[in-house]
């Protein structure tokens, strides 16, 4: 059964390093999440991504973020300086249709800001 | 806006026993809804979803759900729980528009004794 692979399953960085969550989404979707979930709290939307840009953010998408599809498969979170309040799991998420295709979630990142 | 309400963070069962996770939304149109699950160390799994089709919904694992509009609930049952049952367990409304980004509830603990 196709999958959302996401890597690493688990990162540990220093505060102000630069981090990349890569995902790879299933392989005939069109429409990509990231979404996170800080220990203890919700589930948040963080952006999503169509036909190579961002179609909606969050407010806590803020420029430390970044969101990019180099190669076609791959899909990547960017966080440029992290902050201790970046340590989250993060969730990457596909479908192939906006509207009722069902979201695909990968097993997650689990990034720790030290 | 959307949004989902869990009204228990923490349910503890009897393997044998019906489950019952409560959820109640609030939305201006007709909503989209689905129940999701995350097993420990594991990803978000879609157990059902409503999309203004049949009021009574059918998910995997024998979970299922029942659109109420005058109650404006979406509650989780099944006859009768199994250890594997044991895991978080959200309800998740879906914000109509170009994305259809996903609202997250704040997640239900299901817990099932032997």
């Known amino acids: 059964e196709p999958e959302v692979t996401q890597t690493p399953s688990h990162q540990v960085t220093q505060m102000g390093q630069e981090v990349i969550l890569r995902c790879v989404p299933i392989?005939?979707?069109?429409?990509f999440y990231w979404y996170r979930q800080i220990l203890g709290q919700k589930v948040e939307f963080l952006v999503s991504?169509?036909?190579?840009?961002?179609?909606?953010k969050s407010e806590i998408f803020d420029d430390q973020f970044s969101v990019e599809r180099p190669d076609g498969s791959n899909f990547t979170l960017k966080i440029r300086s992290t902050k201790l309040e970046d340590s989250a799991m993060y969730f990457c998420?596909?479908?192939?249709?906006?509207?009722?295709?069902?979201?695909?979630f990968g097993e997650g990142s689990r990034l720790t800001v030290l | 806006a959307q949004s989902v309400t869990q009204l228990d963070s923490h349910v503890s069962v009897s393997e044998g026993t019906p489950v019952l996770l409560r959820c109640n939304y609030s939305s201006s149109y007709s909503p989209s809804l689905f129940w999701y699950v995350q097993h420990p160390n594991k990803g978000l799994q879609l157990l059902l979803k409503y999309t203004s089709a049949a009021t009574l919904v059918k998910g995997i694992n024998g979970f299922e759900a029942e659109f109420k509009k005058s109650e404006t609930s979406f509650h989780l049952t099944k006859p009768s729980a199994h250890m594997s049952d044991a895991a978080e367990y959200f309800c998740v409304v879906s914000v109509r528009g170009a994305t259809n980004k996903l609202i997250f509830g704040t997640g239900t603990l299901l817990a099932v004794q032997p």
């Open positions: 392989s005939n979707h069109l429409y």
């Open positions: 991504f169509y036909n190579n840009e961002i179609s909606e």
């Open positions: 998420a596909s479908r192939s249709q906006p509207n009722t295709g069902e979201l695909f």
